[in-house]
C-alpha cells in the first residue's frame, strides 16, 4: 500500500463486522513489530502494515454499524477499541499513531457530517482509505478557504502531519470566510503535496510525519463537515485524548517485554537489584493501563463534561510519567547495550520518548487540578457518575 485506497469488497476481509477485531491487531501488531526496524530511518512509513490493516478490516472497523461497519469504538467503555490501539501501539507506535489519527478522523465524519457526503467519506473508509487528522499550522500559513460556493479554493499548510504522503483522506480544519473553524476532509493522491524533510526527530521516524501544502485545490477535492468549531466541540475534543493514551500504552508495554527479555536472556534476572526495577517498571505500565481504562470508561459514559475533561488531561499526566518512569528504568537495568542499534529496546526507548511528547502537558495538568480544587464532593466520589 503506497497510499492508495485499497479496493476491497466485504467478502474480501478477513476480519469484518462478525470476527473479533482484537484478535485481528494482535496479529497485524506481530508484523508491525517483525518490520519495526526496516521502517525506522528518516521519511519511513509502515506501508506494508497498513495495507495488513486494511485486509483485516481494520480500517473499515470504526464505521457505525447503522452504516453497514463494524462500529469500533460504539462500545460504552472503549474496551474493545482500546485493546486495539494498545495491541497496534505495542507492535508499532508509529503504526499506532496512524491508526488512531485513521480511527479519530472516521469517528469525527461519523458524528458530524450529514447527507450524501457523509455517506461517502465513510463508503471511502470501508474501502480501505486511509484517513487522517491534521490540525497543526504554522503562524501566518494556517489553511483557509477562498471565495464563496463553487469558486472556493484552498490556502495554506498542515505541520506535524503524521502519514504526509500515504493519507488519501485528510481531515483538517480551514478558516472560511465567515468566523468559526470548519472540518473539511480533503481527497489527496498518494505523494501529493507532502514534504517530509523537516521531520528529522529522535523517534518515531517511521511516522511519515512532515508538511502538507493545500494551497490552490478547489472544491472539488475537499468535503465539508459538521459546523463551524464542531471540531473543538466538547467533551469530545479533549476527551478523545484516551486514544492515543492507549498506543502509548502499547508502546510501554513492548519496553517492558524488551527489558524483561534481555534480562532472561542474559541470565541477570535474579538480581535483587534488577528485580527491584523491573517491578517498579511492572508497577508503571500497570498505572498507565488502570488510568486508560479508565478514562476511555469515563469518556463512554458521556456524564459531566468538565469532569470527563479533567480525568482524561490527568490520565495524560499519569500515562506520560508512568513511561517516563519506566524508560529511566529499563535504560539503567539493561545499561549502555540499549543504547546500541541492534538492541532492540534502542528504537523502543527512542520512539515512546518521542510520542510520550504531546501538546500543553502543563495545561492539562493544572486544568485537572482545578476542577478536583472546585469540586463539591470528596476525593473519593469526585468520578463515581462518569464511571
Given amino acids: 500500500m503506497t497510499g492508495a485506497a485499497v479496493d476491497l469488497r466485504l467478502d474480501d476481509i478477513a476480519w469484518g463486522t462478525r470476527g473479533d477485531p482484537v484478535a485481528a491487531a494482535r496479529a497485524v501488531a506481530a508484523g508491525a513489530?517483525?518490520?519495526?526496524?526496516?521502517?525506522?530511518?528518516?521519511?519511513?512509513?509502515?506501508?506494508?502494515?497498513?495495507?495488513?490493516?486494511?485486509?483485516?478490516g481494520l480500517l473499515a472497523a470504526p464505521v457505525p454499524r447503522r452504516d453497514g461497519g463494524a462500529g469500533l469504538g460504539e462500545e460504552?467503555?472503549?474496551?474493545?477499541?482500546?485493546?486495539?490501539?494498545?495491541?497496534?501501539?505495542?507492535?508499532?507506535?508509529?503504526?499506532?499513531?496512524?491508526?488512531?489519527?485513521h480511527v479519530n478522523a472516521v469517528q469525527l465524519v461519523a458524528r458530524f457530517a450529514s447527507g450524501e457526503a457523509r455517506n461517502t467519506l465513510l463508503a471511502d473508509?470501508?474501502?480501505?482509505?486511509?484517513?487522517?487528522?491534521?490540525?497543526?499550522?504554522?503562524?501566518?500559513?494556517?489553511?483557509?478557504?477562498?471565495?464563496?460556493?463553487?469558486?472556493?479554493?484552498?490556502?495554506?499548510?498542515?505541520?506535524?502531519?503524521?502519514?504526509?504522503?500515504?493519507v488519501t483522506r485528510a481531515l483538517v480544519t480551514a478558516q472560511p470566510a465567515a468566523p468559526g473553524s470548519q472540518m473539511i476532509v480533503v481527497a489527496l493522491e498518494p505523494g501529493e503535496r507532502a514534504d517530509l524533510s523537516a521531520w528529522r526527530a529522535q523517534g518515531m521516524r517511521a511516522s511519515a510525519t512532515g508538511t502538507?501544502?493545500?494551497?490552490?485545490l478547489g472544491a472539488d477535492r475537499f468535503t465539508p463537515v459538521g459546523a463551524p468549531d464542531d471540531y473543538q466541540a466538547q467533551p469530545h475534543f479533549s476527551g478523545g485524548a484516551w486514544?492515543?493514551?492507549?498506543?502509548?500504552?502499547?508502546?510501554?508495554?513492548a519496553l517492558l517485554d524488551a527489558w524483561r527479555g534481555h534480562l532472561v536472556a542474559t541470565g541477570r534476572g535474579e538480581d535483587p537489584h534488577q528485580l527491584a526495577r523491573l517491578g517498579e517498571g511492572v508497577i508503571a505500565a500497570e498505572t498507565a493501563r488502570l488510568w486508560v481504562a479508565r478514562a476511555a470508561a469515563i469518556v463512554g459514559e458521556e456524564g459531566d463534561p468538565d469532569g470527563i475533561i479533567a480525568y482524561v488531561n490527568l490520565a495524560r499526566l499519569a500515562v506520560e510519567r508512568a513511561g517516563l518512569d519506566l524508560l529511566e528504568r529499563a535504560q539503567r537495568s539493561v545499561g549502555l547495550q540499549g543504547f546500541l542499534r541492534d538492541h532492540p529496546l534502542e528504537r523502543?526507548?527512542?520512539?515512546?520518548?518521542?510520542?510520550?511528547?504531546?501538546?500543553?502537558?502543563?495545561?492539562?495538568?493544572?486544568?485537572?487540578?482545578?476542577?478536583?480544587?472546585r469540586a463539591p464532593l470528596a476525593s473519593g466520589d469526585l468520578w463515581l457518575d462518569e464511571a
Wanted: glycine share 16%.
Fill in 348 to 373: 523502543l526507548t527512542r520512539d515512546l520518548a518521542t510520542y510520550l511528547r504531546q501538546p500543553g502537558p502543563d495545561r492539562a495538568l493544572t486544568e485537572g487540578a482545578r476542577h478536583v480544587l
Fill in 76 to 101: 460504552p467503555d472503549g474496551a474493545i477499541l482500546r485493546a486495539v490501539l494498545t495491541r497496534i501501539g505495542a507492535g508499532s507506535l508509529a503504526l499506532g499513531r496512524v491508526y488512531e489519527g
Fill in 125 to 166: 473508509a470501508a474501502q480501505g482509505h486511509l484517513f487522517g487528522v491534521w490540525n497543526t499550522e504554522p503562524p501566518g500559513q494556517g489553511l483557509k478557504i477562498d471565495g464563496a460556493d463553487g469558486t472556493r479554493v484552498l490556502r495554506g499548510v498542515k505541520t506535524f502531519a503524521s502519514g504526509a504522503g500515504f
Fill in 243 to 253: 486514544r492515543f493514551l492507549a498506543v502509548q500504552l502499547g508502546g510501554l508495554e
Fill in 33 to 56: 513489530a517483525r518490520r519495526a526496524g526496516r521502517h525506522d530511518h528518516d521519511g519511513g512509513f509502515p506501508a506494508e502494515d497498513v495495507a495488513e490493516l486494511a485486509r483485516v
Fill in 212 to 216: 502538507v501544502d493545500f494551497t490552490g
